[in-house]
Structure formats: structure tokens, C-alpha cells
T-cell receptor, first 111, second 111 residues
């Protein structure tokens, strides 16, 4: 199994909603990542988990809250988002110093 | 913040021609990776070149790395319409945790 599975594929939420994005991999990778990508722009790193511990937080607003319950799962909890947070959210995983495997992303629209 | 700059931003060629994309970066790296992204989808890893390597081949892909100039190039030979996509270089910092993407090149291969 060389897949990273992200759910949901699409999400529409209001600014007062609370929602969660989920990501799962079964490749034994101990590093997992969240990236945000706006249209026609490169992915921007948000968070990195290494061995289930948060190792990098790229000064992301607190309305985005990551969680890594175990070595296979990564969540991104969303609360009180703004319209400018609308983007494609990508999860990825990897072995240390190796290539990243990306999920197909969650297209998020904040109304 | 984005480390890499890619050149050109957009490239349009005919099927069968070669496509060359260039990437420059600013800091010391552990490795440099190239990814491909079809519109609105997840990224697919193409090739990884380590900082002590100068050239690498994979099928129709050839990557070079010049650490003294902090630059890399991706050559796609005998292009096909199916190669139409966005191509991103990404640099892995020496600590191994942060993978930062360049601005990307939009390649269009006309049948």
C-alpha cells in the first residue's frame, strides 16, 4: 500500500463551523505533513510531525489545529476559518530524508 | 517562505520536443526533489537528487544539480501530451524536516 488517503475530498464550511480533515497512511512513515496550496501557487508547509510529535509549525494561525493520534493518522482541526483560508489542503508522509507521498487533497471552501 | 525560483514560469512545446525547467535555491540542502501536479490534484514525486550527486536519470527524465550555483534543472525528453502538468522543484533542508517548494513551471505539450 503506497497511498496516502485524505478525507473528505471536498468541504464547504461557514466561518462559525468546526470541521476536521483526515489523513491516513500505512507505509510505516514516521514523518507526516500538512501543506496548504492556493490556485496556481506552490504548496506551503504548515505543520510537520515526526514520530507523532509536532516538530515544525510554520506560524500557522491557531484556527488550524493539527493532531497526530498515532503513526498512521494525521488530522487537521478547523475552527472559525476565514474566506482567505479557502485552498487545497494536502497531506503527505515520508521516511526521513526521502521523497514525500502526497494524498489527493481536500478542496476547502470557506463561505 | 518559498526558497526556490523556477524558470520558466510557463513552457509550451510540441509533442516529441524536449522540455527543460530550471530551479534555483538559496540555502544549503540535503537533497532536491522534483514533483509533478495535474490540475487540482495531489503531487507525484518524480526524482530525488542528493547534495553529493551531480546528475540522475529516470526514464525520460534527467536531473542535474549544481550546489556551487545552487541550481538544478529537469529535462524531459521526447515529451508527450500526457506530460502536460505543473512541475515543482523542492529542497529538503539539511535537518531533513522542511521540504520547501519552488514557484513551479506550467508545462503544456501540444499534440
Amino acid at each position: 500500500d503506497t497511498e496516502v488517503t485524505q478525507t473528505p475530498k471536498h468541504l464547504v464550511m461557514g466561518m462559525t463551523n468546526k470541521k476536521s480533515l483526515k489523513c491516513e497512511q500505512h507505509m510505516g512513515h514516521r514523518a507526516m505533513y500538512w501543506y496548504k496550496q492556493k490556485a496556481k501557487k506552490p504548496p506551503e508547509l504548515m505543520f510537520v510531525y515526526s514520530y507523532e510529535k509536532l516538530s515544525i509549525n510554520e506560524s500557522v494561525p491557531s484556527r488550524f489545529s493539527p493532531e497526530c493520534p498515532n503513526s498512521s493518522l494525521l488530522n487537521l482541526h478547523l475552527h472559525a476559518l476565514q474566506p482567505e483560508d479557502s485552498a487545497l489542503y494536502l497531506c503527505a508522509s515520508s521516511h526521513p530524508y526521502e521523497k514525500l507521498f502526497f494524498g489527493s487533497g481536500t478542496q476547502l471552501s470557506v463561505l | 517562505s518559498q526558497q526556490g525560483e523556477e524558470d520558466p514560469q510557463a513552457l509550451s512545446i510540441q509533442e516529441g520536443e524536449n522540455a527543460t525547467m530550471n530551479c534555483s535555491y538559496k540555502t544549503s540542502i540535503n537533497n532536491l526533489q522534483w514533483y509533478r501536479q495535474n490540475s487540482g490534484r495531489g503531487l507525484v514525486h518524480l526524482i530525488l537528487i542528493r547534495s553529493n550527486e551531480r546528475e540522475k536519470h529516470s526514464g525520460r527524465l534527467r536531473v542535474t544539480l549544481d550546489t556551487s550555483k545552487k541550481s538544478s534543472s529537469l529535462l524531459i525528453t521526447a515529451s508527450r501530451a500526457a506530460d502536460t502538468a505543473s512541475y515543482f522543484c523542492a529542497t529538503l533542508e539539511t535537518s531533513g524536516s522542511r521540504l520547501t517548494f519552488g514557484e513551479g513551471t506550467q508545462l503544456t505539450v501540444n499534440p
